[in-house]
């Protein structure tokens, strides 16, 4: 890792040019508008190519923005870039979904005379809000950062990433004996676990990896991979293997060999997909495995055969499926055009979601996605409590939802500009530790931001923030105690 560690990880904020993103606007409304006739005159009921121009498109336009901006050198590293490429990726796995799934209207919860317009109308402002988003970091970053150099900062003891690490492994460990007890303690454990992950990049990263120090962060990733496959959730397996991801992308570097860490990721996905809905069946909807430990339930869903081609093909088609956020940002604007959704529905918890539960500890739970599936599906509020899944909107729908065209255009400003400050903030006042850790935590954001319900992206960056600095600092207060001998440190 650089030692700026700073300037070369997320974001380079200063002396970026315009995006060309009124040229991007104009492109994709072009497509929209193709999209919309080839669904008025040519499609039935189960014809997909309207959808897939739509998806393709989205994912060029979004591609040549990506390739006509001057992200000097942080293409790959810079906030707005990655919110970019993970919208080009995801827009891809929607077109795979369609050409082997289908469309899944049938699936519509909702009475609609036209889904399909809806899901269309979702789409375009998902992809506009997208472009505003990523234009306002842009422009907000070269305005706040224009007269003010990056101070130059090492990248810390690796006493401290250390203490990091064996901090994150023991909060894991305790969130799997003692869930309500860690829970109380709200989004802190949820840092202090992703400082252990930030730590396997800080103590073993840099420009080129090598092998020994692939194997190093492999082996230190497999307790948080195993922890996490206790929680019955894909995504935090998936991040739990991210550092090891990084550094095998970052070890093999030739074509073949990255073909080959591609098709091997699409493989564990699949896997893992699978795994994820055996879990769900033995642990959240019924008893039968609430005896079993992990190892336990591993070895059960390998018996059932969960690693035979049958059931990878099946976990593939599932998690294409699933990820298909498309169908669910339809739900939400269909929903908001035919019932209406208020304001304080949507952005009411941001009242009291930055009081940390360790403080008030009858804090009301924030639950948007539960609130959401109650109203998709028609629940009455009093059997809302008893629903255990939720469902999704998407950022910028739900925000049209609750506030309409204009509170999407806000909304997609206002992110960027409280990640811009936060950054700003951290590069003035951050300490190693405090900027690793923030930098993998707005990573994880921008991989998700525009799936996250207003009330979480809205006061994510904030509460990421204060909880960076305030575990940077007993970190940095930490490694002044030589726990590891004096000799060992982070690689330059």
């Given at each position: 890792?650089?030692?700026?560690?700073?300037?070369?990880?997320?974001?380079?904020?200063?002396?970026?040019?315009?995006?060309?993103?009124?040229?991007?606007?104009?492109?994709?409304?072009?497509?929209?508008?193709?999209?919309?006739?080839?669904?008025?005159?040519?499609?039935?009921?189960?014809?997909?190519?309207?959808?897939?121009?739509?998806?393709t498109?989205?994912?060029?336009?979004?591609?040549?923005?990506?390739?006509?901006?001057?992200?000097?050198?942080?293409?790959?590293?810079?906030?707005?870039a990655?919110?970019?490429?993970?919208a080009?990726?995801?827009?891809?796995?929607?077109?795979?979904d369609?050409?082997?799934?289908?469309?899944?209207?049938?699936?519509w919860?909702?009475?609609?005379?036209?889904?399909?317009?809806?899901?269309?109308?979702g789409?375009?402002?998902?992809?506009?809000?997208?472009?505003?988003?990523?234009?306002?970091?842009?422009?907000?970053s070269?305005?706040?950062?224009r007269?003010?150099?990056?101070?130059?900062?090492?990248?810390?003891?690796?006493?401290?990433?250390?203490?990091?690490?064996?901090?994150?492994?023991?909060?894991?460990?305790?969130?799997?004996?003692?869930?309500?007890?860690?829970?109380?303690?709200?989004?802190?454990?949820?840092?202090?676990?992703?400082?252990?992950?930030?730590?396997?990049?800080?103590?073993?990263?840099?420009?080129?990896?090598?092998?020994?120090?692939l194997?190093?962060?492999?082996?230190?990733?497999?307790?948080?991979?195993?922890?996490?496959l206790?929680?019955?959730?894909?995504?935090?397996?998936i991040?739990?293997?991210?550092?090891?991801?990084?550094?095998?992308?970052?070890?093999?570097?030739?074509?073949?060999?990255?073909?080959?860490?591609?098709?091997?990721?699409?493989?564990?996905?699949?896997?893992?997909?699978?795994?994820?809905?055996?879990?769900?069946?033995?642990?959240?909807?019924?008893?039968?495995?609430?005896?079993?430990?992990?190892?336990?339930?591993?070895?059960?869903f390998?018996?059932?055969?969960?690693?035979?081609?049958?059931?990878?093909?099946?976990?593939?088609?599932?998690?294409?499926?699933?990820?298909?956020?498309?169908?669910?940002?339809?739900?939400?604007?269909?929903?908001?055009?035919?019932?209406?959704?208020?304001?304080?529905?949507?952005?009411?918890?941001?009242?009291?979601?930055?009081?940390?539960?360790?403080i008030?500890?009858?804090?009301?739970?924030?639950?948007?996605?539960?609130?959401?599936?109650?109203?998709?599906?028609?629940y009455?509020?009093?059997?809302?409590?008893?629903?255990?899944?939720?469902?999704?909107?998407?950022?910028?729908?739900?925000?049209?939802?609750?506030t309409?065209?204009?509170?999407?255009?806000?909304?997609?400003?206002?992110?960027?500009?409280?990640?811009?400050?936060?950054?700003?903030?951290?590069?003035?006042?951050?300490?190693?530790?405090?900027?690793?850790?923030?930098?993998?935590?707005?990573?994880?954001?921008?991989?998700?931001?525009?799936?996250?319900?207003?009330?979480?992206?809205?006061?994510?960056?904030?509460?990421?923030?204060?909880?960076?600095?305030?575990?940077?600092?007993?970190?940095?207060?930490?490694?002044?105690?030589?726990?590891?001998?004096?000799?060992?440190r982070?690689p330059?």
């Open positions: 890792m650089d030692k700026d560690c700073i300037r070369t990880e997320i974001y380079q904020l200063h002396g970026l040019s315009h995006m060309p993103v009124g040229i991007g606007l104009v492109v994709f409304g072009l497509i929209s508008l193709i999209s919309l006739f080839l669904r008025n005159d040519f499609s039935t009921v189960d014809n997909v190519d309207w959808l897939i121009v739509l998806t498109g989205g994912a060029s336009v979004l591609f040549f923005l990506w390739l006509a901006t001057n992200w000097q050198g942080n293409e790959f590293k810079s906030f707005g990655i919110v970019m490429l993970i080009i990726f995801n827009r891809l796995l929607y077109t795979l369609l050409i082997i799934n289908g469309q899944h209207f049938e699936e919860p909702l009475t609609t005379k036209d889904p399909q317009m809806a899901l269309l109308k789409e375009i402002i998902t992809v506009v809000g997208i472009l505003i988003l990523v234009f306002s970091w842009h422009y907000a070269r305005l706040i950062f007269h003010n150099s990056l101070s130059r900062m090492t990248i810390g003891s690796a006493r401290g990433y250390w203490a990091m690490y064996v901090l994150a492994i023991s909060v894991g460990i305790a969130r799997k004996l003692f869930p309500q007890e860690v829970a109380t303690a709200g989004e802190l454990s949820s840092v202090v676990f992703a400082g252990g992950l930030a730590s396997l990049l800080a103590l073993y990263a840099s420009e080129t990896f090598t092998y020994s120090r194997i190093l962060v492999t082996v230190m990733s497999m307790p948080f991979i195993y922890l996490s206790g929680t019955g959730m894909k995504e935090n397996t991040v739990a293997a991210l550092p090891c991801t990084i550094a095998a992308w970052q070890t093999f570097r030739n074509w073949l060999a990255r073909a080959f860490l591609i098709i091997a990721g699409a493989i564990a996905i699949s896997v893992l997909t699978a795994y994820v809905g055996f879990h769900r069946d033995l642990m959240w909807y019924t008893s039968a495995g609430n005896d079993l430990t992990i190892s336990e339930l591993m070895q059960e390998v018996a059932r055969g969960g690693v035979q081609e049958e059931a990878i093909l099946e976990g593939a088609y599932t998690f294409l499926k699933r990820n298909n956020a498309m169908y669910h940002r339809g739900w939400a604007t269909d929903f908001a055009d035919t019932f209406g959704v208020s304001a304080t529905e949507i952005l009411g918890p941001l009242g009291y979601i930055f009081i940390p539960r360790v008030w500890s009858e804090k009301p739970k924030v639950n948007p996605g539960l609130e959401h599936t109650a109203r998709v599906y028609g009455f509020e009093a059997e809302a409590p008893d629903l255990d899944s939720s469902t999704a909107a998407g950022y910028f729908t739900a925000l049209y939802m609750g309409g065209y204009v509170g999407v255009i806000v909304g997609a400003i206002t992110i960027a500009l409280i990640v811009v400050w936060s950054q700003r903030l951290v590069c003035t006042y951050g300490d190693p530790y405090t900027a690793g850790l923030f930098t993998w935590m707005m990573f994880l954001f921008a991989l998700r931001v525009d799936e996250t319900w207003p009330v979480y992206a809205l006061s994510a960056p904030m509460i990421s923030l204060l909880y960076a600095f305030l575990f940077g600092r007993l970190i940095a207060l930490l490694s002044r105690f030589r726990f590891v001998p004096s000799r060992a982070a330059a």
